[in-house]
């Protein structure tokens, strides 16, 4: 893993982003538009965040999320507003109705190739069967994996990770996903890289070249997502030139983005700032054409 990113100031994403024609902006939830909360249930996306996501949209960047959280808990921080989505990681896609081609397409989708219900279903009550003597731990239970918290006692953090291991055991086909105070059980190959390459391949506008693509995200399951997006090879196929990628880490902690800010704070600033260049940008262009109309 690289350990020296360049902090990505307000003004050196504008820059960049000047000589680009689109933007897809791919972002991660917890611990990058939303903050921590002892429990997950108590988190939000401030809704001055959501605005500024909104507004940006109406300015033609893409804005798209990949996260942990299942699709119906991403849905329910992310309304009002529609935005596609990966979400468990990546096994559950979802679209939003702009990216729709035929009225009645199922813009949902989960790749059950991936799943078990019936091994899910053991391995949750196995975990609960583990954890019912530590007051310190929760126990998210999700659609499609299963995450064990510890944020509330951090010196759990071995005692969790041996527990999982150990109910882990008898099924090969989960693997654990370490997160901020969390481990989470999920299906083998699932991975937010896979993710955002399925979501770009599915979003993108395959004519238009000059293309940026950019994922923030703070945790250690982001680093798939930073190492496929800022690999230019793997970015969607059949493109003359592919789209330049860009990886913002949340936060200090070693990693494989080539820039990164410091906290949430950040995130919100680099949003906001972008938001100010779009709309720049589009008076000015309105501008032009409102002159050139007069000939
Ligand atoms: O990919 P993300 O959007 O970052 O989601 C990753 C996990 O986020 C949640 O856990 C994290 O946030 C919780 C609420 O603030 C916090 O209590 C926990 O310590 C963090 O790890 C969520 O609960 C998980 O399901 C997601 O996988």
Redesign the pocket.
Known sequence: MESHPIYMQPNLLVDYLKHQKNCYLFL?????L?Y?????KD?IVPYSTLSILRELQKHGIVVAIV???SLVEARSLLAPIELPIAATHGLEIALNSSFSKFEDEDLNEVNTLFIDTLELDKIKQDILRSCALYDDFFV?S?PYSV?L?F?KNPVLADEAYRLMKEVLKPYPDWVLKP????W?AVPKGVNKGTAILYLLGKIMNKASNDTCAIFI???I??EAGFRAIQDSKKIVEGLEQPPKGLGIKVGRESTCAHYYVNDIKEVTNLLRNLLSFCQTRDRSLSGVIKVNSHY
């Open positions: 991660d939830i917890d611990g990058t939303s921590f909360t002892l429990n997950p988190s996260t942990g959280r998210e999700k995450a918290h944020r997160g901020k105070y969390v989470e995200g703070d945790d399951t982001d």
